[in-house]
């Protein structure tokens, strides 16, 4: 059975979402191999943040 257009949007709205905090990820990620050692903590928090954003994400997809 094919999906519904309420179907089909959601989906694309989990995979844009996803997509930008794929990219967030990959832009703290570089920042933390530049920044300053006392901006370090700072970022790899902000890094878990996203992390765990994406997992929920993760979980909505299912």
């Known amino acids: 059975m094919g999906l519904t257009s309420e179907e089909v949007g959601y989906r694309d709205a989990i ?3 996803d ?3 794929q990219r967030r990820l990959r832009a703290l ?9 006392d901006e370090h903590c700072k970022i790899e ?5 996203v ?3 994406v997992q929920i994400v993760e979980s909505l997809h299912r």
Not at 45 to 49: D, G, L, Q, S, T
Request: hydrophobic share 25%; glycine share 0%.
């Open 51 to 53: 992390r765990h954003i």
């Open 45 to 49: 928090a902000r890094i878990e943040e």
């Open 29 to 37: 990620e570089t920042e933390l191999e530049s920044c300053e050692p």
């Open 19 to 21: 997509r930008s905090l």
């Open 15 to 17: 995979r844009q979402i």
